[in-house]
């Protein structure tokens, strides 16, 4: 298998897009690719789809813009160290 999208209904109106793309097949656009083609298919039943990613994970990034999506919100985590 050279990668995977799928979608999860967080809501009815609104389903978030999830992507792999196996290592070996990485850096060839398949990601931004698989996520366009579902983003096509999500807005033909008339909903809303999302991509969510961490602040950290760059390529993901780079492939929701590749796939026209556009920030809506940023979420930031933080945790305490005991130092």
Do not use: C
């Amino acid at each position: 298998m050279v990668g995977m999208a799928g979608a999860g209904a967080d809501s009815p109106s609104f389903w978030q897009i999830g992507i792999n793309v196996n290592k070996n097949f990485e850096g060839r656009h398949i990601a931004t690719g698989l996520v366009s083609m579902l983003k096509a298919d999500i807005l033909k039943k008339e909903t809303v789809p999302y991509y969510g990613t961490s602040f950290s994970n760059l390529a993901s990034q780079h492939v929701a813009a590749k796939a026209e999506f556009e920030v809506a919100w940023v979420e930031l985590i933080t945790e305490k160290m005991d130092w």
